[in-house]
């Protein structure tokens, strides 16, 4: 189905602000997205109508605010087709599920113990999985990427072994926008026993994901990068593993019975949910992917596609523009540099035409040291943005070029 | 001339732009036209980390007035540097001490001493300012 883009366009306020004068154009969605007015409603409508402390209260607004943040819960577990709504942990954010997990598992490693984590990672990725190596003693390797910002899957799974007991990898690199091939990592992983984390965060704004046909033990995500607000997000962990992994915090929610000489854990989902949640949060959440799917992913990931052609082939025309990452299976992620020009002046330049795109390394020093390279612009483009925009983004670069040669 | 002195006459030049891209195409000249800080002082002890841009000082007393040398990897950031130097260098460590960079805003370019800019600007004169107070303490 063919979306109509002007009317999707009507549902994000921000997108007919100016910026410096200038009509915003907005690309920089992989750092976060825009929100709709229906998930601000949601917003507003949680703070106006029924904020209250869930799982608790015997009174109504707590039992409206507990019902609609289960309901959310429940909307999450269907989309990713989790097998339960307990298998979906409420998180602050795809940060948040990585250490839930990175934590859990340092009680099941010992010395000498393999982790295995992609050269494609983001900063977040990596410093946990370090932190627990020199808390286990844990080796941790990593599987490289070519000059494509591909991994290189034989080496892969030389790096397999019977000591690696976790492989960790993003869905979908968020320097370079690449699909790495995770069925056939999980399926490898699974082979010599290995769970396996995939992080979601640039995948779920972009395409349907299954977990059950994944076979994927953890996967994590964020709100706001799916149209929801930040501060929240979801780590789906299967059944097994979840009743396996130790909590992460103590607190509130998360226990059982409390008594000075034991405390017996609540069962799933909240033995990892202590504290207060972000319940309004977590509400939001469940209405920004009602409203994906509403507009429906695959109309999304073909749309998206879409403009990842029109904008390559427009920006190739530029002389000097390199494009970093060029899988064939991308999403509309386009990481370039101008031949002798820094990033972060294009970056500039591009500011002051109003088109927000991000610059440097995108918190993934390790890809830009593999190209020698201090950084990039990145321009990524969601299902509101237009060929119209990147027109204007493919003046504006010309301008930067001209104006910085 | 004072460093006031100076400032004031920076706010003139760039009156005299009517748009954001006659100022930046201004920067940009300015910074190709920094004079490179000596090869020999682009070195880990020189650098500030700007997280995004990097920038290299290098300071000298000579008649008691401090000599700024610097050089950045991105050519707007370069263009500031070129401002910046104009305004500190060549002048007395107490007066550097004293000196406030609020011209910045009257020509547009606040944005680019914001600290959470991350192109190394912010670190860069408050690293001048402690070149400037080491200096002080040398004289007196």
């Known amino acids: 189905m063919a979306l109509d883009i002007q009317d999707i366009r009507k549902d994000f306020p921000i997108l007919s602000r100016k910026v410096n004068d200038k009509p915003l154009v907005y690309f920089d969605n992989a750092a976060t997205s825009q929100t709709p007015q229906q998930v601000i409603d949601c917003i507003v409508d949680y703070y106006s109508s029924y904020n209250a402390n869930i799982h608790r209260g015997v009174h109504k607004l707590s039992q409206e605010a507990t019902d609609k943040y289960e309901q959310a819960r429940h909307t999450i577990q269907k989309h990713f087709n989790a097998k339960h709504a307990f298998e979906i942990i409420m998180t602050s954010g795809t940060t948040h599920g990585i250490n839930l997990v990175a934590n859990g598992f340092s009680a099941f490693l010992k010395s000498g113990d393999e982790i295995i984590v992609s050269a494609l990672e983001h900063h977040s990725n990596i410093v946990p999985w370090q932190m627990l190596c020199e808390r286990t003693g844990a080796i941790l390797k990593v599987i490289p990427m070519n000059n494509e910002g591909e991994l290189v899957i034989e080496q892969f799974e030389n790096l397999l072994t019977d000591k690696t007991k976790l492989v960790f990898v993003n869905h979908i690199s968020n320097a370079l926008g690449t699909i790495n091939p995770i069925e056939h990592i999980i399926q490898k992983a699974h082979e010599v026993g290995a769970a396996v984390l995939v992080d979601g965060a640039q995948a779920c704004p972009h395409i349907q994901v299954d977990v059950q046909a994944l076979d994927v033990d953890f996967y994590v995500a964020s709100a706001h990068k799916m149209c929801g607000p930040t501060g929240v997000g979801m780590l789906y962990g299967k059944e097994t593993w979840l009743n396996k992994l130790p909590p992460y915090q103590g607190g509130g929610e998360m226990i059982a019975e409390v008594t000075f000489e034991k405390t017996t854990y609540a069962d799933l989902p909240h033995k990892f949910e202590a504290g207060t949640p972000n319940i309004c949060g977590g509400i939001a959440f469940g209405a920004a992917v009602d409203y994906l799917n509403q507009i429906g992913l695959e109309n999304i990931e073909a749309y998206e596609h879409e403009l990842l052609v029109y904008a390559t082939e427009k920006l190739l025309e530029i002389e000097g523009l390199k494009i970093y990452g060029t899988s064939k299976h991308k999403t509309s992620v386009i990481s370039f540099n101008l031949e002798g020009i820094h990033p972060y002046d294009v970056g500039t330049i591009l500011d002051k035409m109003g088109i927000a795109v991000r610059t440097g390394h995108h918190c993934a020093q390790p890809i830009m040291d593999y190209f020698k390279i201090p950084g990039t612009v990145r321009a990524s483009f969601a299902f509101y943005n237009t060929k119209d925009e990147i027109d204007l983004l493919v003046s504006g670069v010309k301008k930067a070029k001209m104006m910085l040669s | ?140």
């Open chain 2, 1 to 140: 001339m004072s460093i006031k002195n100076i400032q004031q006459d920076i706010i003139e030049e760039f009156s005299m732009f009517d748009d954001w891209e006659e100022r930046y195409q201004y920067m940009i000249d300015l910074g190709k036209s920094l004079p490179l800080i000596d090869e020999k002082f682009k070195t880990e002890d020189h650098l500030i980390k700007g997280c995004q841009s990097r920038v290299w000082v290098n300071a000298e007393l000579k008649d008691d007035k401090v000599l700024f040398t610097a050089d950045s990897d991105a050519i707007i950031t370069k263009g500031i540097i070129a401002i910046l130097i104009r305004v500190f260098s060549n002048q007395n460590p107490k007066d550097i001490i004293e000196a406030d960079t609020e011209f910045i805003d009257e020509i547009g370019l606040k944005e680019h001493l914001s600290p959470t800019r991350a192109n190394g600007l912010v670190s860069m004169i408050k690293q001048l300012k402690m070149y400037a107070i080491a200096y002080q303490t040398q004289l007196s």
